[in-house]
Protein backbone atom coordinates (compact mmCIF):
# COMPACT_ATOMS: atom_id res chain seq x y z
CA UNK A 1 0.00 0.00 0.00
CA UNK A 2 2.82 2.48 0.99
CA UNK A 3 4.44 1.54 -2.09
CA UNK A 4 1.12 2.63 -4.51
CA UNK A 5 0.75 5.54 -2.61
CA UNK A 6 4.12 6.74 -3.55
CA UNK A 7 3.19 6.28 -7.34
CA UNK A 8 0.55 7.95 -7.30
CA UNK A 9 2.21 10.98 -5.48
CA UNK A 10 4.87 10.48 -8.44
CA UNK A 11 2.72 10.70 -11.16
CA UNK A 12 0.46 12.86 -9.71
CA UNK A 13 2.93 15.85 -9.20
CA UNK A 14 2.01 18.25 -12.14
CA UNK A 15 6.11 18.50 -13.21
CA UNK A 16 6.96 15.26 -13.15
CA UNK A 17 4.37 14.25 -15.67
CA UNK A 18 4.74 17.01 -17.91
CA UNK A 19 8.56 16.04 -18.21
CA UNK A 20 7.37 11.88 -18.90
CA UNK A 21 5.05 12.97 -21.39
CA UNK A 22 7.35 15.21 -23.15
CA UNK A 23 9.77 12.84 -22.96
CA UNK A 24 7.79 10.60 -24.84
CA UNK A 25 6.68 12.80 -27.65
CA UNK A 26 10.56 14.35 -28.09
CA UNK A 27 12.51 10.94 -27.83
CA UNK A 28 12.76 8.68 -31.24
CA UNK A 29 10.96 5.34 -31.40
CA UNK A 30 14.41 3.25 -31.01
CA UNK A 31 14.97 4.67 -27.66
CA UNK A 32 11.84 2.42 -26.31
CA UNK A 33 12.34 -0.77 -28.42
CA UNK A 34 14.83 -2.57 -31.50
CA UNK A 35 13.01 -1.17 -34.59
CA UNK A 36 14.03 -2.89 -37.82
CA UNK A 37 13.91 -1.34 -40.94
CA UNK A 38 11.71 -3.73 -42.25
CA UNK A 39 8.94 -4.66 -39.97
CA UNK A 40 8.19 -7.81 -42.57
CA UNK A 41 11.31 -9.10 -41.52
CA UNK A 42 11.33 -13.06 -41.57
CA UNK A 43 11.37 -14.38 -37.74
CA UNK A 44 14.88 -15.65 -38.40
CA UNK A 45 16.20 -12.11 -39.34
CA UNK A 46 14.60 -10.56 -36.69
CA UNK A 47 16.14 -13.16 -34.49
CA UNK A 48 19.56 -12.78 -35.97
CA UNK A 49 19.26 -8.73 -35.53
CA UNK A 50 18.11 -9.07 -31.86
CA UNK A 51 21.45 -11.17 -31.19
CA UNK A 52 23.38 -8.56 -32.36
CA UNK A 53 22.42 -7.00 -29.24
CA UNK A 54 23.47 -9.71 -27.75
CA UNK A 55 26.50 -10.78 -28.80
CA UNK A 56 28.16 -7.13 -28.36
CA UNK A 57 26.91 -7.02 -24.33
CA UNK A 58 29.77 -10.16 -24.33
CA UNK A 59 31.94 -9.62 -27.19
CA UNK A 60 32.10 -9.47 -30.50
CA UNK A 61 32.24 -11.41 -33.49
CA UNK A 62 35.25 -12.06 -35.14
CA UNK A 63 34.75 -12.22 -39.53
CA UNK A 64 37.28 -12.76 -42.20
CA UNK A 65 36.22 -11.54 -46.05
CA UNK A 66 36.26 -14.22 -49.06
CA UNK A 67 37.63 -17.13 -46.12
CA UNK A 68 36.15 -19.98 -47.68
CA UNK A 69 37.11 -19.23 -51.20
CA UNK A 70 40.98 -18.92 -50.89
CA UNK A 71 43.75 -18.06 -48.89
CA UNK A 72 47.46 -17.61 -49.15
CA UNK A 73 48.63 -20.64 -51.47
CA UNK A 74 45.48 -22.14 -51.90
CA UNK A 75 42.25 -21.94 -53.65
CA UNK A 76 38.65 -23.43 -53.71
CA UNK A 77 39.76 -26.14 -51.72
CA UNK A 78 36.45 -27.79 -50.20
CA UNK A 79 36.24 -27.31 -46.12
CA UNK A 80 39.16 -25.01 -46.29
CA UNK A 81 40.03 -21.88 -44.42
CA UNK A 82 43.18 -19.54 -43.54
CA UNK A 83 41.36 -18.66 -39.78
CA UNK A 84 40.71 -22.96 -39.27
CA UNK A 85 43.89 -23.62 -40.29
CA UNK A 86 45.35 -21.65 -37.97
CA UNK A 87 42.64 -21.89 -34.82
CA UNK A 88 41.04 -25.44 -35.85
CA UNK A 89 37.53 -23.25 -36.17
CA UNK A 90 35.91 -21.23 -38.58
CA UNK A 91 35.58 -17.22 -38.01
CA UNK A 92 31.99 -16.39 -36.98
CA UNK A 93 30.86 -14.01 -39.47
CA UNK A 94 31.94 -13.95 -43.59
CA UNK A 95 31.83 -11.66 -45.89
CA UNK A 96 31.46 -11.57 -49.78
CA UNK A 97 30.80 -8.96 -52.48
CA UNK A 98 28.63 -9.29 -54.75
CA UNK A 99 29.79 -6.79 -57.37
CA UNK A 100 29.24 -7.66 -61.33
CA UNK A 101 26.32 -9.81 -60.58
CA UNK A 102 24.76 -7.04 -62.31
CA UNK A 103 26.43 -6.97 -65.16
CA UNK A 104 25.33 -10.73 -65.10
CA UNK A 105 28.96 -12.11 -64.57
CA UNK A 106 28.90 -15.59 -63.53
CA UNK A 107 32.24 -14.89 -61.05
CA UNK A 108 32.41 -11.72 -58.64
CA UNK A 109 35.04 -8.05 -59.10
CA UNK A 110 37.49 -11.07 -57.02
CA UNK A 111 37.00 -13.26 -59.80
CA UNK A 112 34.90 -16.07 -57.37
CA UNK A 113 32.29 -17.55 -58.89
CA UNK A 114 28.95 -16.73 -57.79
CA UNK A 115 27.51 -19.90 -57.13
CA UNK A 116 30.66 -20.62 -55.24
CA UNK A 117 30.09 -17.75 -53.11
CA UNK A 118 26.13 -19.00 -52.68
CA UNK A 119 27.85 -22.38 -51.55
CA UNK A 120 29.52 -21.07 -49.20
CA UNK A 121 26.60 -18.97 -47.39
CA UNK A 122 24.85 -21.61 -46.51
CA UNK A 123 27.52 -23.41 -45.22
CA UNK A 124 28.68 -20.85 -43.20
CA UNK A 125 24.94 -19.97 -41.87
CA UNK A 126 24.70 -24.28 -41.53
CA UNK A 127 27.71 -23.53 -38.93
CA UNK A 128 25.51 -20.94 -37.06
CA UNK A 129 27.46 -18.13 -38.51
CA UNK A 130 26.94 -14.69 -39.85
CA UNK A 131 26.89 -13.40 -43.09
CA UNK A 132 27.99 -9.52 -44.68
CA UNK A 133 27.48 -8.71 -47.83
CA UNK A 134 29.38 -5.27 -49.85
CA UNK A 135 28.63 -4.44 -53.01
CA UNK A 136 31.34 -2.61 -54.93
CA UNK A 137 28.77 -1.53 -57.78
CA UNK A 138 30.72 -0.02 -61.10
CA UNK A 139 29.81 3.54 -61.86
CA UNK A 140 26.47 3.05 -63.32
CA UNK A 141 26.68 6.39 -65.53
CA UNK A 142 30.54 6.49 -67.41
CA UNK A 143 30.45 2.17 -67.22
CA UNK A 144 33.50 2.73 -64.72
CA UNK A 145 34.80 0.96 -62.30
CA UNK A 146 33.45 1.93 -58.47
CA UNK A 147 36.43 3.97 -57.90
CA UNK A 148 35.42 5.91 -60.92
CA UNK A 149 33.85 9.23 -58.73
CA UNK A 150 33.01 11.46 -61.56
CA UNK A 151 30.17 14.06 -60.03
CA UNK A 152 26.55 13.35 -60.96
CA UNK A 153 26.46 9.64 -61.09
CA UNK A 154 23.99 9.32 -57.82
CA UNK A 155 22.23 11.90 -59.58
CA UNK A 156 21.50 10.19 -62.65
CA UNK A 157 20.22 6.87 -61.19
CA UNK A 158 17.35 8.61 -58.84
CA UNK A 159 14.29 8.54 -60.14
CA UNK A 160 13.76 10.74 -63.13
CA UNK A 161 17.42 10.06 -63.59
CA UNK A 162 18.92 9.43 -66.68
CA UNK A 163 20.35 5.69 -65.39
CA UNK A 164 17.41 4.98 -63.27
CA UNK A 165 16.13 2.69 -65.18
CA UNK A 166 19.51 0.72 -65.45
CA UNK A 167 19.55 1.17 -62.02
CA UNK A 168 16.75 -0.70 -61.22
CA UNK A 169 17.84 -3.97 -63.94
CA UNK A 170 20.90 -4.02 -61.70
CA UNK A 171 18.92 -3.82 -58.50
CA UNK A 172 16.50 -6.94 -60.03
CA UNK A 173 19.63 -8.64 -60.47
CA UNK A 174 20.90 -8.42 -57.46
CA UNK A 175 17.51 -9.09 -55.24
CA UNK A 176 17.50 -12.35 -57.94
CA UNK A 177 20.93 -13.51 -56.43
CA UNK A 178 19.81 -12.54 -52.81
CA UNK A 179 16.70 -14.46 -53.18
CA UNK A 180 18.76 -17.55 -54.10
CA UNK A 181 20.19 -17.95 -50.76
CA UNK A 182 18.21 -20.38 -48.73
CA UNK A 183 19.27 -23.16 -47.27
CA UNK A 184 18.56 -26.72 -48.13
CA UNK A 185 14.80 -26.57 -46.54
CA UNK A 186 14.22 -22.84 -49.08
CA UNK A 187 14.67 -21.16 -45.43
CA UNK A 188 16.35 -17.55 -46.55
CA UNK A 189 19.25 -16.67 -44.72
CA UNK A 190 19.80 -13.55 -42.95
CA UNK A 191 21.84 -11.35 -44.47
CA UNK A 192 23.94 -8.24 -43.14
CA UNK A 193 23.48 -6.61 -46.62
CA UNK A 194 26.16 -3.38 -46.52
CA UNK A 195 26.19 -1.00 -49.24
CA UNK A 196 27.78 2.46 -50.19
CA UNK A 197 30.12 1.31 -47.80
CA UNK A 198 32.88 3.61 -47.14
CA UNK A 199 30.51 6.49 -47.90
CA UNK A 200 32.68 9.43 -45.83
CA UNK A 201 35.71 8.58 -47.85
CA UNK A 202 36.20 10.05 -51.56
CA UNK A 203 36.85 6.55 -53.48
CA UNK A 204 33.75 5.85 -54.31
CA UNK A 205 31.20 7.32 -57.05
CA UNK A 206 28.50 7.65 -53.74
CA UNK A 207 31.15 9.19 -51.90
CA UNK A 208 31.04 12.87 -49.82
CA UNK A 209 33.49 14.22 -52.95
CA UNK A 210 30.51 12.75 -55.86
CA UNK A 211 27.27 13.77 -54.48
CA UNK A 212 25.15 15.92 -52.16
CA UNK A 213 24.52 14.12 -48.46
CA UNK A 214 20.34 14.82 -49.78
CA UNK A 215 21.03 12.32 -52.76
CA UNK A 216 23.12 10.29 -51.08
CA UNK A 217 19.87 9.97 -48.71
CA UNK A 218 17.40 10.06 -51.56
CA UNK A 219 19.88 7.39 -53.39
CA UNK A 220 19.86 5.30 -49.80
CA UNK A 221 15.95 5.17 -49.43
CA UNK A 222 15.25 4.10 -52.76
CA UNK A 223 17.41 1.21 -52.82
CA UNK A 224 16.14 0.22 -49.41
CA UNK A 225 12.60 0.54 -50.66
CA UNK A 226 12.69 -1.00 -53.81
CA UNK A 227 14.55 -4.04 -52.28
CA UNK A 228 12.13 -4.37 -49.45
CA UNK A 229 8.64 -2.89 -50.56
CA UNK A 230 8.98 -3.64 -54.53
CA UNK A 231 10.68 -6.74 -54.16
CA UNK A 232 9.51 -8.40 -51.35
CA UNK A 233 13.09 -9.29 -49.73
CA UNK A 234 12.86 -9.74 -46.20
CA UNK A 235 16.03 -11.35 -44.92
CA UNK A 236 18.41 -8.12 -44.96
CA UNK A 237 19.82 -6.31 -42.33
CA UNK A 238 20.50 -2.92 -43.37
CA UNK A 239 24.15 -1.81 -42.28
CA UNK A 240 24.97 1.54 -42.68
CA UNK A 241 28.80 2.28 -42.99
CA UNK A 242 31.29 4.78 -43.32
CA UNK A 243 34.57 5.70 -43.64
CA UNK A 244 36.34 8.11 -41.40
CA UNK A 245 34.47 10.51 -39.59
CA UNK A 246 35.78 13.20 -36.65
CA UNK A 247 32.48 13.84 -35.18
CA UNK A 248 29.06 12.66 -34.73
CA UNK A 249 27.59 15.44 -37.08
CA UNK A 250 30.30 14.21 -39.64
CA UNK A 251 28.63 10.71 -39.03
CA UNK A 252 25.43 11.66 -39.07
CA UNK A 253 25.55 14.31 -42.53
CA UNK A 254 24.51 11.72 -44.53
CA UNK A 255 22.41 9.33 -42.17
CA UNK A 256 19.02 8.31 -44.21
CA UNK A 257 16.72 8.54 -41.11
CA UNK A 258 16.47 5.80 -37.98
CA UNK A 259 13.75 4.09 -39.79
CA UNK A 260 16.10 3.14 -42.46
CA UNK A 261 19.31 1.87 -40.88
CA UNK A 262 19.37 -1.19 -38.75
CA UNK A 263 23.35 -1.15 -37.96
CA UNK A 264 25.95 1.68 -37.50
CA UNK A 265 29.25 0.32 -38.77
CA UNK A 266 32.73 2.18 -40.53
CA UNK A 267 35.61 0.67 -41.75
CA UNK A 268 39.29 1.55 -40.85
CA UNK A 269 42.64 0.13 -41.75
CA UNK A 270 46.24 0.38 -40.45
CA UNK A 271 48.94 1.69 -42.76
CA UNK A 272 52.84 1.34 -42.54
CA UNK A 273 54.98 4.25 -41.18
CA UNK A 274 56.55 5.79 -38.10
CA UNK A 275 53.27 6.64 -36.37
CA UNK A 276 51.43 3.74 -38.12
CA UNK A 277 50.08 2.60 -34.91
CA UNK A 278 49.91 5.27 -33.08
CA UNK A 279 47.51 7.07 -35.54
CA UNK A 280 45.51 4.08 -36.29
CA UNK A 281 44.97 3.81 -31.72
CA UNK A 282 44.06 7.47 -31.53
CA UNK A 283 41.61 7.80 -35.30
CA UNK A 284 39.65 4.46 -33.60
CA UNK A 285 39.39 5.17 -30.31
CA UNK A 286 37.91 8.91 -31.21
CA UNK A 287 35.61 6.71 -33.64
CA UNK A 288 34.47 4.38 -31.90
CA UNK A 289 34.24 6.75 -28.84
CA UNK A 290 31.80 8.59 -31.22
CA UNK A 291 30.21 5.26 -32.87
CA UNK A 292 28.75 4.02 -29.09
CA UNK A 293 27.77 7.19 -28.34
CA UNK A 294 25.68 7.49 -31.57
CA UNK A 295 24.27 4.02 -30.63
CA UNK A 296 23.38 4.37 -27.63
CA UNK A 297 21.33 7.57 -28.74
CA UNK A 298 19.56 5.24 -31.48
CA UNK A 299 19.74 2.13 -30.27
CA UNK A 300 21.57 0.22 -33.09
CA UNK A 301 24.22 -2.75 -33.10
CA UNK A 302 27.57 -1.28 -33.92
CA UNK A 303 30.37 -3.26 -35.79
CA UNK A 304 33.88 -2.61 -37.22
CA UNK A 305 32.82 -3.79 -40.67
CA UNK A 306 36.42 -3.85 -42.13
CA UNK A 307 39.58 -3.43 -40.65
CA UNK A 308 42.90 -5.26 -40.75
CA UNK A 309 46.95 -4.17 -41.23
CA UNK A 310 48.22 -5.31 -44.96
CA UNK A 311 50.48 -8.48 -44.58
CA UNK A 312 50.26 -7.69 -40.68
CA UNK A 313 54.04 -6.68 -40.08
CA UNK A 314 53.88 -6.47 -36.81
CA UNK A 315 53.68 -9.77 -35.08
CA UNK A 316 51.25 -8.88 -32.41
CA UNK A 317 49.77 -6.65 -33.82
CA UNK A 318 46.11 -8.97 -32.43
CA UNK A 319 46.64 -8.56 -29.25
CA UNK A 320 48.41 -5.46 -28.30
CA UNK A 321 46.61 -3.44 -30.87
CA UNK A 322 43.77 -4.32 -31.89
CA UNK A 323 42.69 -6.75 -29.28
CA UNK A 324 43.28 -3.22 -26.39
CA UNK A 325 40.29 -1.41 -29.45
CA UNK A 326 37.64 -4.63 -29.10
CA UNK A 327 37.59 -5.18 -25.42
CA UNK A 328 36.65 -1.40 -24.71
CA UNK A 329 33.82 -1.38 -26.83
CA UNK A 330 30.73 -2.69 -27.30
CA UNK A 331 30.42 -4.17 -30.91
CA UNK A 332 28.55 -6.96 -32.54
CA UNK A 333 31.25 -8.08 -34.99
CA UNK A 334 34.46 -6.70 -36.47
CA UNK A 335 35.79 -8.37 -39.61
CA UNK A 336 39.16 -8.05 -41.43
CA UNK A 337 39.77 -8.10 -45.19
CA UNK A 338 40.71 -11.18 -47.66
CA UNK A 339 43.68 -13.35 -48.00
CA UNK A 340 44.72 -12.88 -51.71
CA UNK A 341 48.38 -14.03 -51.31
CA UNK A 342 51.14 -12.57 -53.39
CA UNK A 343 49.92 -9.51 -55.83
CA UNK A 344 52.21 -8.81 -58.64
CA UNK A 345 50.84 -5.82 -59.40
CA UNK A 346 51.96 -4.16 -56.12
CA UNK A 347 54.82 -6.48 -55.80
CA UNK A 348 53.22 -7.15 -52.17
CA UNK A 349 51.44 -9.71 -50.29
CA UNK A 350 48.12 -8.62 -49.47
CA UNK A 351 46.22 -10.40 -46.53
CA UNK A 352 44.39 -9.46 -43.73
CA UNK A 353 44.52 -12.42 -41.58
CA UNK A 354 47.47 -14.62 -40.72
CA UNK A 355 48.14 -18.15 -42.53
CA UNK A 356 50.46 -20.90 -41.30
CA UNK A 357 53.82 -19.69 -40.69
CA UNK A 358 53.11 -16.03 -40.99
CA UNK A 359 55.30 -13.86 -38.40
CA UNK A 360 51.72 -13.26 -36.47
CA UNK A 361 50.88 -16.66 -36.30
CA UNK A 362 51.19 -17.34 -32.65
CA UNK A 363 49.78 -14.06 -31.33
CA UNK A 364 46.69 -14.69 -33.43
CA UNK A 365 46.15 -18.07 -31.63
CA UNK A 366 46.39 -16.09 -28.61
CA UNK A 367 44.13 -13.80 -29.73
CA UNK A 368 41.62 -16.36 -30.76
CA UNK A 369 41.78 -17.70 -26.95
CA UNK A 370 40.49 -14.43 -25.56
CA UNK A 371 37.04 -15.63 -24.39
CA UNK A 372 35.96 -11.72 -25.77
CA UNK A 373 36.69 -13.00 -28.53
CA UNK A 374 33.83 -15.35 -30.69
CA UNK A 375 34.35 -17.73 -33.39
CA UNK A 376 32.14 -20.84 -35.21
CA UNK A 377 32.24 -22.47 -31.71
CA UNK A 378 30.65 -19.99 -29.55
CA UNK A 379 28.22 -18.24 -32.19
CA UNK A 380 26.90 -21.66 -32.15
CA UNK A 381 26.84 -22.44 -28.60
CA UNK A 382 25.18 -18.93 -28.40
CA UNK A 383 22.38 -19.87 -31.08
CA UNK A 384 22.00 -16.77 -32.33
CA UNK A 385 19.38 -18.30 -34.87
CA UNK A 386 17.19 -19.51 -31.96
Known amino acids: MVWNNFWFRFLNNSRISILLVLLFLVAPVSVFAQIMVDASATPLTKKAYASLFEIQKRGVVFGHQDDLAYGVGWKYIDGNSDIKLITGEYPGIYG ?33 GLITISWHAPN ?65 WWCKNSCSPDEFKQLWRFTVSYLRDKRQLHHLIYVYNTADFGSSTEFLERYPGDEWVDVLSFDRYQFEGKNGTALFNEVMTNQLTILNQVAI ?90
Open 96 to 128: WDIAHIEKKSTTNIDKVPFDKIKRYIVEGFDRG
Open 297 to 386: QKNKPVALAETGYEAIPDPTWWTTTLYPLLKKYPLAFVLVWRNHGFMPSTGKMHHYAPYPGHLSEADFKKFHSFPEIFFETKIRELKIYE
Open 140 to 204: PLTGGDAWDTTHGTVASILPNGQKHQQYIQWLDRVTAFLQALKTKEGIQIPILFRPFHELTGNWF
